[in-house]
């Protein structure tokens, strides 16, 4: 039976991950993205005696590094972390925003920005990275393969490095049905991919392409395992560790239960479900895929860094962060929360259709009732818009699921196992404060709730449908459960007449004849 600690008896034990990073400078990449974001928090929030964080920001759509840092610190993640220090400002003081770019030559760097970084850096967090699964290779190639090179010379350059940790992922070696915590080779040699996609231009990257993926399903997978390979290769220089987390997914606890800021991964199917616009998926309903709560990943990465330079654990090199060695859900199981969970509790406004659909086994079954109940409804709804003036949106969105779907049946129809004895290893090392407050194990996780709070999140945050149209969304769900029942049976009545139409004249046809009369 696990012991209880009291507040005070938590408070009094060190914590000595965050003692880790105090007085010391962090280089973070991808600080920006969904993972970066949460690191960055987490690195404020729990470590006030950093000394700073040196996070490259790239310029875009027109704002300069500091007011897309703004933008980003104003964002609802921020709120605790801003009332606890006291506004945006003290957040950006920790902070030493560098303007540069990943995918570019020399991470877009000024000379004077290189050599603070070179002089400055204890640590290097690598974040940064194109997780589109349709990414044109050469981009991908650039930002996830060439940017991951020139990240490994920065470090091999910095005077005081500590530890150089790279984020790939648990799904770039798909040919691998156990992955081990060990390396493997690469798809390709990255020194050469690298070198041919920056003299090939589009159309010559575009024909050779598929021969260079082979039976990898998409270049995500084929550049991160190249960007891996290249990590690998350096830690002989450079003290580096590789962590490969699973499908990273909303925050499970703090310091906002179910955020995120894209519909990526089951938060977009559950709202393409609650939404009505998805009616059937090709999948095995009873496979399971590995999922890890985004707040669990950052505390791994730091916990990581504990043990690496505080503990010199010098074995603990790749490290898979898997969840499914601990609870497994099924895409079944997690569709029936889903739905659950949207018609009864958190219903989405605007919903085109009653929530429904299933998941079919039959890739002829799943294109008949895709034909049935994604495309012709989809035309139906856009031609009347098209009537009454209104831009026609339907099927530029079901052409959007279809493209989600390709990559989506790949990874629900295939099935892989990941072995995480270094990651549930260092658990151990913790004390009951860090084990609370650097959460990286599944005791006390309630699925439905976590599935709630995913719904609401992406509810308030990504759709900006606020918490007073709930009743309103309740009533409009009751009313297209209606519209859904009255459209069932219509629907079975029409079948029920057109067999009839065949079956009749079957029946019919085994009658004696009627003679036609003799003419006269």
């Excluded at 079975?492 to 004849?513: K, Q």
């Amino acid at each position: 039976m696990e012991t209880t600690y009291s507040a005070e008896e938590l408070a009094a034990m060190p914590d000595r991950i965050a003692a880790t990073f105090s007085n010391r400078s962090v280089f973070v990449t991808g600080g920006t993205g969904f993972m970066g974001k949460v690191l960055v928090e987490k690195l404020l929030r729990k470590c006030p005696d950093i000394k700073q964080i040196l996070l490259l920001v790239r310029q875009k759509k027109g704002k300069t590094p500091r007011q897309r840092m703004e933008d980003t610190l104003n964002d609802p993640l921020f709120e605790k972390l801003r009332t606890m220090r006291g506004g945006v400002q003290p957040l950006l003081d920790k902070m030493t925003l560098i303007s540069g770019d990943a995918s570019e030559p020399d991470l877009g760097l000024s000379p004077a920005d290189r050599q603070r970084i070179l002089e400055e850096t204890d640590i290097i967090i690598h974040a940064a990275a194109t997780i589109r699964f349709d990414e044109e290779l050469k981009k991908a190639v650039m930002l996830n393969v060439r940017g991951t090179k020139l990240v490994v010379q920065l470090a091999k350059e910095c005077k005081h490095l500590k530890l150089m940790i790279h984020i790939s992922t648990a799904y770039c070696h798909l040919h691998e049905k156990l992955l081990e915590e060990k390396p493997y080779p690469p798809p390709a040699d990255p020194h050469q991919i690298i070198q041919s996609m920056e003299w090939m231009d589009e159309a010559t990257v575009a024909a050779v392409t598929p021969m260079l993926l082979q039976k990898l399903p998409n270049s995500y997978a084929f550049t991160k395992a190249l960007g891996e390979a290249l990590v690998v290769e350096a830690m002989n220089e450079i003290p580096a560790v590789v962590l490969r987390p699973s499908i990273v997914i909303p925050i499970w606890q703090e310091p906002i239960p179910g955020w995120t800021d894209n519909i990526n991964g089951p938060t977009g199917l559950l709202i393409g479900a609650g939404k009505g616009v998805i009616r059937s998926m090709y999948c095995k309903s009873n496979s399971y895929a590995d999922y890890l709560p985004v707040d669990v990943f950052i505390n791994g990465i730091m916990i990581c860094a504990w043990e690496f330079i505080e503990n010199h654990v010098k074995n603990v090199n790749i490290v898979n962060f898997t969840s499914s060695a601990e609870i497994k859900v099924t895409w079944s199981e997690m569709i029936d929360a889903g739905r659950e969970i949207i018609m009864n509790r958190v219903p989405l406004n605007g919903v085109a259709w009653y929530p429904g659909g299933s998941m079919k086994h039959s890739r002829l079954y799943h294109n008949i009732c895709m034909v049935l109940f994604h495309w012709l409804p989809a035309m139906l709804v856009d031609c009347l818009l098209f009537v009454l003036g209104y831009k026609p949106v339907l099927c530029r969105v079901q052409r959007r699921i279809n493209k989600g779907f390709e990559v989506f049946e790949y990874y629900t129809n295939n099935q892989w196992d990941f072995q995480s004895d270094i990651a549930q290893t260092l658990r151990k090392d913790l004390n009951p404060r860090e084990r609370q407050e650097y959460k990286v194990d599944a005791i006390g996780l309630d699925i439905s709730r976590y599935f709630e709070d995913c719904i609401l999140a992406a509810r308030r945050y990504i759709l900006k449908e606020t918490d007073d149209t709930i009743p309103a969304a309740r009533r409009h769900m009751k009313v297209m459960w209606c519209v859904d029942v009255m459209f069932r049976l219509c629907f079975w009545a029409l079948m029920l007449y057109w067999l009839s139409g065949w079956v009749t004249p079957l029946f019919s046809s085994t009658a004696t004849p009627t003679p036609e009369p003799i003419p006269t």
